[in-house]
């Protein structure tokens, strides 16, 4: 149900449109002055504000300009006498959606109204979309096929059609919003926002601001009122990333909103109606943080309607082959590179890591090495393994060598051509002009050259 604000001194006018609005099913709120629309409106937070221009102290205009500086989605439509129409034309570039002049059909008003609102649910709806297309694609994302990955999309698929609340466990890296984002578009509400928050990033004084938005004035610098991520996720799935992180406060008031399914601003008094599904993850064990009072064992039993366990990549290492080719296509267009695929000792290298950053280490592993790869296959020279190998890397160790003594120890590169191979040599450039954006007279000054013998290596050692 929307919400209309009516802002009109016209006592008549106000009955009127609150009986006529009313009897469309919209609430409707009205105030008589500028100052009184303007509150109501920032108390309210209406979907659309009916705005007489000529209003007694505080004039519509002026009530339209302050409104556009704290709450730019409201829709506003003026109403004018006739005689004032070019008046109103002109508030239409400061930020109304339209106009009715008085006296006015109610069919044509109810007509604008509709079409006002339904603008805004499509620009809502194109909102989601863009933000879905700027996201990871979840089912995008390689799962793999293994027992353990099959069991947990069996998993999600009997709780993506439920509204129950959903815990994730898992290591970091394990892919835990990918599943929390996988249930949300499997959902009946996947035609509605996604809203992830990573509650360990927030400072402990904003935490309700974040969630739960405030209002103009509530603190110093709030200076406009803000939707919290409840509100956002309104109709949609809010997912709380290492929600064990959130002080006692929040979680106290977090369990209200379940229970209540209502959220009021910071510096609000009126609750705002919310109907969102929540899913939150934790890379620790909540039970054992349950029990040594980390975590509020009330909310706990709340958000357990439902729990899934991730498995390490350690765990489930028959996916990394899968994983790693999705990874490098994906390297491939982000990095306009041609790979192909994997020699079969890279794989195996791969195959044999303990891999403790999980998934998003592996990710990063490749992207990598498909920036610095020369040939059309990965090869083991350039898989750079954070915490060790089980197989030594004597080519890696070297470039790594010969690295160091350029860009620290004050070595130029015709220091080291004598003792290294043209291979060594072309990599070691190379990996400089990456790091350096190709710009080479960077570059040139990094390897303890003119850049006039850059070019001259570059075209030497086929650097393109």
């Avoid at 003026?78 to 508030?91: K, L, N, R, S, W």
């Avoid at 799935?237 to 009021?264: G, H």
């Avoid at 064990?285 to 498995?311: G, W």
């Amino acid at each position: 149900m929307a919400k209309i604000v009516i802002v009109d001194d016209n006592k008549n006018m106000q009955i009127i449109l609150q009986n006529l609005l009313a009897d469309e099913g919209y609430e409707v709120i009205s105030a008589t002055n500028g100052k009184d629309g303007l509150k109501a409106i920032i108390e309210k937070s209406p979907d659309l504000v009916l705005l007489d221009i000529r209003l007694p102290e505080m004039n519509g205009i002026d009530v339209l300009q302050q409104i556009t500086k704290f709450e730019k989605e409201i829709l506003v439509i003026m109403i004018t006498a006739y005689g004032d129409v070019e008046t109103a034309v002109e508030t239409m570039k400061l930020g109304a959606y339209d106009y009715i002049t008085k006296p006015f059909v109610n069919e044509e008003l109810k007509i604008v109204i509709r079409k006002a609102l339904d603008t805004n649910e499509l620009k809502q709806e194109v909102k989601v979309l863009r933000q879905q297309l700027e996201e990871k694609k979840s089912e995008d994302i390689p799962m793999g096929n293994s027992i353990a990955i099959m069991q947990i999309l069996k998993q999600v698929e009997l709780v993506a059609s439920t509204d129950m609340s959903v815990i994730i466990q898992g290591k970091s890296g394990t892919g835990k919003e990918v599943i929390a984002n996988l249930i949300h578009k499997k959902s009946k509400r996947k035609n509605k926002a996604f809203i992830p928050i990573d509650c360990g990033a927030i400072p402990d004084t904003l935490v309700e601001s974040e969630l739960f938005g405030y209002q103009k004035g509530a603190f110093t610098g709030a200076s406009s009122a803000k939707k919290g991520k409840f509100e956002v996720a309104n109709g949609g799935t809010l997912f709380l990333d290492e929600i064990t992180n959130l002080p006692p406060s929040a979680q106290a008031k977090i369990l209200r909103v379940i229970q209540e399914k209502k959220i009021t601003k910071v510096g609000g008094t009126e609750p705002i109606n919310i109907d969102v599904r929540i899913i939150v993850a934790t890379n620790i064990n909540i039970i054992k943080a349950v029990q040594e009072y980390n975590f509020r064992d009330d909310l706990f039993h709340r958000l357990n309607e439902f729990t899934i366990s991730l498995p390490t990549l350690k765990e489930r290492k028959d996916d990394i082959p899968i994983i790693a080719e999705q990874f490098l296509k994906e390297a491939n267009i982000e990095l306009e590179k041609s790979i192909k695929g994997f020699l079969p000792k890279a794989m195996s290298i791969l195959e044999s890591y303990a891999w403790p950053g999980n998934v998003r280490e592996l990710k990063h592993v490749i992207k990598k090495a498909v920036l610095l790869e020369e040939t059309d296959h990965i090869t083991p020279n350039f898989l750079d393994l954070e915490f060790g190998q089980t197989q030594k890397n004597p080519f890696k160790e070297s470039l790594d060598k010969y690295y160091e003594m350029i860009t620290s120890e004050g070595s130029s590169i015709s220091d080291i051509t004598a003792i290294v191979s043209a291979e060594m040599e072309r990599v070691l450039i190379k990996r400089i002009l990456v790091e350096s954006k190709y710009n080479k007279s960077k570059a040139a000054r990094i390897l303890g050259i003119d850049r006039n013998t850059l070019y001259t290596k570059l075209k030497c050692l086929g650097i393109e």
